[in-house]
Each structure stands twice: as C-alpha cells, then as structure tokens.
C-alpha cells in the first residue's frame, strides 16, 4: 500500500509514518515544516519506501503531483493551535478547512479514495452528555478551531456521497507521548524548566480534560482502517477517563520532584474556545477491539520523560 | 437600524429588503447580480433609505466599506444550487463558506456585531428522525452544499463565542413564492412551457419535501431578532407539513390545466446528495407565537401565479 501522511514530520504525522513503514508500506510524507520537525523523520528518511515532500496543503499542484498512484491519505496536516485562533482567525479557515478541501480536489483527480482525518473532539463545543458520544445533539461550536474540523469533516462525508470516496474521521482527544511538542505538558515542562519555583496555569484548574497517548491512537486508527468499511466511518478516540488540570500538575511536578507555587488565571475555561470538560465516548472504536495500553497518567510521564530527554525542542522555540 | 442584506437582489433578500424599508429601517442590499435580478429591487431603488452595491462576498474591501455603521447584517447570498455541486466543488467553498468567512470579519472589522444567516434543512443530511429538530443527532452531510453552510454555521458559532457576535441561524426548508426563480417548481413550469405534453421528474417522484412561503419565512426571522436573545439562536424554519414531488406535480399541472405524460428518472434521490425526506420540526421558532400562513400547496400554486406573469424569468435564462 502506498501511504500519503500529511502533517508527515509532525507529533503524529511522523509516528504514524514510522508504524506504517515498519509494517510494509510504501510511505511519502508531506509537510511544510511550519510546525513540523525535520529531526522526527531522522528514522524514516534511511527507508527505500519512503519519500518526503516538502511543501504546503495550500499547494494545490504539489498536493495533486503528491496524491499520485497513493491508495490512502492520512490528512494529519493542520494549524493545532487551538487557544490563540481569534488572534488570526484566517489560519483556521487557510490551514484547516481550505487545506482539506485541497486535499479532497487533489485526491479526486488523482483517483485516490480513502482520507483519513485527524478531527476533534472540540467538534463538540460545551456538550451537555457525558461521555460525549458520536451521535451526540448537533453541537454548537465555541472556538474557531473546531469549526474549521467541524467544516472539513463536512466535505469529506460530502465527498464520500458525491464522488464515492471512503473516509475515516478520528474525533481525538488531547494526544501526548515522544516528539509531543504543543500543549499543556509541553508549556508546564517548559515553564518549570525555566522558572522551578512557580507555575502559571490558565483558568482555575479544574478544567477536566482526557489525553491518549499517540502509539494508543495509532493503534485504533490502523485497528478502524482494518475493520470498519462504511463510506464514513466516525470514531472518538480517548482513554475512558479524564483528570483536572490539577492532577496533570500534581503528576508533573512530583514526577519532576518540584513544588512550585501554582498561580491561576481564574475562570472555568483557560481561554476563550477552552472547553472546561473534555469526556468521549469511546465505545464504538472499543467494539472493535481496542483499548488504549497507557492510562492518562502514565501518558504523562511517558511525555516528561521524552522532554527531558529532547531539550532541543524548547531550544528551537527560544 | 441599518441593515445589510447580502444577496439582496436575489429572491428572498429582495423581499427583506422590502419589508425592512417597509418598517423604517435603513438598508443596504449587497449583492454581485450573479444571480439575483435588479428588476426585484425596483420598488426598494425608489427609496430614499435604501442603496444598492454591486459587489461580491468574495471581495472583503467592499464588504468591510459595507459594514460601516451597520447593526445587522442579513448573510443570504450564496451560492444556492444545490443538484450541481459535484460539478463545481470550489463553489460550494468559495460562494458559501469562505465568503461567509469574508462577512464575518468584515463585520469584526466594522465593529458589527449582529448576524443573521440563511443555512438549510440539508444540514442534517439524511436524519433518522422526523420531524427533525434543531438537536437532532450530530449529522452526516450528503451534499457539497449542506456542507458548506454547516461549515458556515460553525464559524458563526466561533464568532459568537470569540468575539461577541449575535448569531441567527436559520435552517431553511425549500423557500417559495413571488420572485422565486430556482427549483423545482421553476423547472417544472418550464418545462411545461415549452412542453405542455410531458414532463420529466429526477428520481421516482415520491421524495417528500418541505416547502415555505417566503414571506411566512421573512415574518418568522423578523419575530426571532426580536424575541430571541441567546447569543446563538437556531430555529428551524418550514411547514408542519410535507408533500410528496408527485403531489407537487398534480397541484401544478391541475392549476395549469395539464396532463402531461410523466417521465421519472427513477430512484429514491433526484440527484447525489439529494435527500428523499426533508421534514423540520417548526416547534422552536411556533413557541416564539409564529405559525406560517400559507400551505405548501397554496405556497405552490401562489408560485405558479407569479411565474405565469413574469416570463421574462425563463427567457433571461434561454
């Protein structure tokens, strides 16, 4: 199988990348590097199945040349900064939506049919059922992020009725694990390695969130690929289990044998869009067989111990 | 107040535009005369309350110029065709949500902050459950063009809750009367004016649908504005009633004196993405003390009436 992962040298992108070449398949990566890390395609790029394309889903002729003879696309690539889209509410619509769209016109031409898509559960906005299943009451969307996943998991399924495409949406949780470089862990560590005596957090704390860890949801999203074959085929993908903020704290900070004075913002949501509970329902990727290996704390120990181990990445950003 | 109208030369926003000048308001119709007509503004262009702009959603100077000094902006221009989209699926992007993006910052950027948006029943693909209501479970899209103004809806949503909007969405059946020029009582008409001895029907003519008077759809969207205060509002907007395609055609070839051999097409879908049952549950919007005042079928045969006095519709388009 011949294997298109956009997002290809990111967190994700480039770990799905390493399962699928490991396993047999024929992979090209396909990143801009904006947030992408060369260093993540160290193991790959020694691969004869592998290829990399550097360049951009808003390239719609590199997208459609790149779609050639691919029998899958994993359409990983997208602007994951969920907290800061009112500062530039065009980069969710560009890199998000738009960037969907172009892959969806790139794969039609190219005669491709099978998308995989990376959504999420911010799909949901501030649902009124826990756990949140697939199925829940047509939500409401609270952050520009979401809304711009919302619209491309709208043009798949349109696709898929229009032009006989095949697609897989994962509505994921918070992923964490090694080459984790974006969000709470990640701005905790970073903190308590620049300032060990204190901690600044974002809302009250109490914000109550679930994370998977990546080798976990890799394993439901190959495990999907495998097993289910509806024209779309929607999974939420989390632990069954959620912590606060706090308990995420409490974990990083013994872990790393700290206790620094916690300061919060205040409010039940860290920013605006912040969802302050975050539960799926994982149940209908469960029938398939899957259950997630790492619990969420376990997840979070895993990703300290990679960051310790991975200074260059906070060097990078400074 | 002074309210734009985007799509104000088209069938429903000409009417709005009618009836806001009507009450007092200040209004500017918006609209790229793509495909509405400047003759459904020729009452409103006599106003001294009213002006007109020639230009496109997709051109965020002159909506930004636009939406100086509005209180409320009507977003009903689109792109409303809905059969085609597989042909062209950059439009359903482009015309629908990117330019929907385009009002909503135009609208940051003007300091307006109330917005009214015509989305669709099609939104809920193909539901399970009739009639359907606004929290039906999360839907499947079918079309490019329910697609797109989902899409459009979530920006929205994310607008309200990142910067303070106002959102009224409304969820069309099938709109009908005076000034309407798309549809299937449109191309039923016409093709019995060219061929008054037969008739072709896309799909097996038992597809059952809604429809609605436009002006009991313009009554119920000004009641909303005005009794509903969340900052998202959502209402459904049809009949507490359906018909079938074939009841439709008997209504239109008795009230024209016909009897046409029917050809059907065949299948439960008149095209891909068509959906074989459209039935909104009203019971929001009826809370707020409106009920339509026309049937589907008088709505219909009201149609018929201004089609028959307005030729010059179908020889613009020949």
Sequence with gaps: MHALVTGGAGFIGSHLVDRLLARGDEVTAYDNLSTGQRRFLDQARSHPRFRFAEADTLDSARLTEACRGVDVVFHLAANADVRHGPDHPERDLAQNTIATFNVLEAMRKSGTRRIVFSSTGSVYGEPDLFPTPETAPFPLQTSLYGASKLAGEGLIEAYCESFGFQGYIFRFVSILGERYSHGHVFDFYGSLRRNPSQLSVLGNGKQRKSYLYVQDCLDAILLALDRAD???????????????????????TSTLGLTPRV??????????GDSPFIFLDCGRIRALGWKPRLSIREGVIRTLDYLAGNPWLFEARS
């Design 230 to 252: 509806a024209a779309v085929n929607i999974f939420n993908l989390g632990t069954d289990e959620y912590c606060e903020v706090n308990d995420s704290i409490g974990w990083i």
């Design 263 to 272: 300061h919060y913002g205040g409010g039940e949501r860290g920013w605006v």
